[in-house]
């Protein structure tokens, strides 16, 4: 066995066990796995999006150097199907080869500023994939608490270590058309994948509510009416001026509300929709809070 899969097993090792270690929060806005995607992600920031979404067989593309074969050793045992080829190298063979791929309904993934830069700036030729097949283009970003960042190295390539909190953003999905021009989407992409990218390294462990809400791509916001109606929508309204990104749940206790209708009320459910002016929450009711919230709200209040 020569050097290259001799490093390339121990990165795997390495890699695996970090992952049985992490306490992962995964933030995914559209569900990443309900339709056929191609995944874009910065270079020193692959380790974790690749690894938290292996098994599926999917296609990622590795550079001809001797790095890249590293990776696709590491890869391949992550059961993803690499393809070699980089903007220097077999650029246009790697990317029919993708694209064959993808056409058999395989999901892909690629770092958008590799393999060598310049940092986090997007390179157009790779969004031909997901303009060629139609199908969305959905960014990720996923860091750890915990890291080993090579500051050197043009990347700033990032390595989890063990036992670390760590949060994948899975951001919204954007759609490329056949006709659109893909040096603009290639500046969408980047500006999405930046904001996705400075919240999960920064603003995500961020103790100021106020700046984790404002940078959070979609933060649930729960809000238990104890007393006033009225009062709790204004708070709505009021919040989501402030963080106009946010999803709602308004939890109307009938325990503590002896003069609120129960669920079969309609009425009072018309009432808060046409008050919030069509925002999108839920009204939850009952005595339990158990038996009615099924969230992981970002935030709560109680008013």
């Not at 043009?154 to 056949?178: E, H, M, Q, R």
Request: proline share 4%; with cysteine.
């Amino acid at each position: 066995m020569d050097s290259r899969k001799i490093l390339s097993k121990i990165a795997y090792y390495y890699i695996a066990f970090t992952k049985s270690t992490l306490r992962v929060r995964s933030i995914d806005l559209v569900g990443r796995f309900k339709e056929q995607s191609v995944y874009a992600l910065w270079h020193g920031e692959q380790i974790l999006p690749l690894c938290l979404n292996s098994g599926r067989q999917i296609v990622a593309m590795c550079s001809m150097s001797k790095d890249g074969e590293i990776q696709a050793g590491v890869l391949k045992d992550f059961d993803f199907i690499a393809v070699r080829g980089s903007s220097s190298k077999r650029a246009e063979r790697a990317l029919i080869e993708t694209i064959r791929y993808a056409r058999k309904g395989h999901f892909v993934a690629f770092t958008v500023d590799g393999p060598r830069g310049p940092i986090h700036k997007v390179k157009s030729g790779l969004l031909l994939v997901s303009q060629k097949i139609g199908i969305r283009l959905i960014p990720i970003s996923a860091i750890a608490k915990n890291s080993l960042t090579f500051k050197k190295a043009w990347d700033k390539f990032k390595v989890p270590l063990p036992f670390s909190k760590t949060v994948a953003v899975y951001g919204n999905p954007i759609v490329i058309g056949k006709d659109d021009n893909l040096e603009e989407k290639a500046l969408t992409v980047e500006k999405e994948l930046n904001k996705l990218s400075e919240f999960a390294n920064k603003y995500y462990w961020s103790k100021d509510i106020n700046e984790y809400l404002s940078h959070h791509p979609k933060p649930k916001i729960f809000i238990k009416c104890k007393n006033n109606i009225n009062a709790c929508i204004d708070k709505i309204n009021e919040l989501k001026q402030k963080y106009p990104l946010s999803v709602f749940t308004l939890y109307i206790s009938d325990k503590e509300n002896k003069n609120i209708s129960l669920p079969q009320n309609v009425s009072v459910i018309n009432k808060i929709t046409s008050k919030l002016k069509e925002e999108v929450f839920d009204v939850c009711y009952g005595t339990s809070f158990i038996d009615n919230i099924r969230i992981k709200p970002n935030f709560k209040l109680t008013i």
